[in-house]
């Protein structure tokens, strides 16, 4: 079997005219935004990221506590439960690198220690002091991603002066923080964090501009079911996919590398026409 971290070379969006990585999503929780409790057991998550894989997912993000607006933090602990049994599953059977969604360096390490391969914080690596230090000393990739405030207030009334300007400042400095703590620069990715703390309107400057990130290191951008596509549309989040196929489609054009996505083979399917009209 390969090195994952082989099969983790970002292509160059719109440059070379490679496809994004899409990157499959999950949850292993009962209260996440769009599919909570689908998949809460093992056993019903390893099956989920089988087909996943099975659609094309270049990756499995496995997470165990939900972020959605007024989610009430896990301890370590409870996290670990939740989501180790799930990663060892998957990195035995999936064949594809396996990250776990976590702010905690604790999980994030048991993960590693079960065979993940990348750490999405969506704090940024700020939740947990000890995370930049985990990654750099692992050598694994580490997506930072921009969120205002925590999960249980970011939606009370967020504010920006210029949100595209702040979140790429925010962004910088960490990827500058997580240098300083030795992780490698090829192995930092960034997020704008789409609904994290942010109106509709400020989720669509992001992607509209999008490639104001390029240079910080290759764009993850998670906007599929998002609330803010279903505010435009007025579709409930079971009947978001042609909203979030939208989405992931701009964002690839404005530069996203890796796209998070609920339903991958769509996503491979409209990749696939995209650049071939394109």
């Known amino acids: 079997m ?4 082989d099969l983790l070379r970002v ?21 996440s935004f769009s599919d909570g409790g689908m998949h809460e057991s093992a056993e ?4 989920h990221g089988l087909k ?3 659609d094309g997912a270049d990756i499995l993000d496995v997470g165990g506590e939900s972020t959605r607006p007024g989610a009430l933090p896990l301890t370590a602990e409870q996290e670990q439960a939740r989501v180790i049994p799930v990663v060892r599953g998957l990195v035995a059977e ?30 940024a690596a700020t939740h947990d002091a000890a995370m930049l230090k985990l990654c ?43 240098e300083q703590a030795g992780c490698r620069r090829e192995m930092l990715w960034v997020d704008p964090g789409f ?24 764009i993850v951008l998670g906007a599929s079911r ?28 404005k530069g996203a590398a890796v796209l998070r996505v609920h339903e991958v083979g769509w996503m491979k399917r409209a990749l696939m026409v995209a650049q071939a009209l394109w």
């Open 94 to 123: 999936c064949g594809v690198p396996v990250s776990i969604d976590t702010r905690n360096a604790a999980t994030a390490q048991a993960a590693l220690d079960a065979g993940a391969r990348i750490v999405n914080d969506v704090s």
């Open 2 to 5: 390969p090195n994952p971290l």
């Open 136 to 178: 750099a000393e692992r050598k694994c990739v580490l997506v930072l991603m921009h969120m205002k405030g925590e999960p249980t207030t970011m939606q009370q009334d967020p504010k920006y002066e210029n949100v595209v300007c702040e979140v790429r400042d925010y962004l910088a400095a960490r990827v500058e923080a997580a």
């Open 52 to 54: 996943l894989v099975a």
């Open 226 to 253: 998002k609330s803010s596509l279903g505010k435009l549309t007025g579709r409930p989040v079971e009947d978001r996919e042609p909203e979030s196929l939208a989405a992931g489609l701009v964002g690839w054009l």
């Open 195 to 218: 609904c994290f703390g942010k109106t509709p309107e400020h989720n669509f400057a992001l992607v509209k501009q999008l490639d104001a990130l390029k240079g910080l290191g290759p």
């Open 44 to 47: 019903a998550a390893i099956a």
């Open 11 to 31: 292509p160059q969006p719109m440059i070379s005219g490679g496809l994004p990585l899409v990157m499959g999503i999950v949850n292993v929780t009962p209260d």
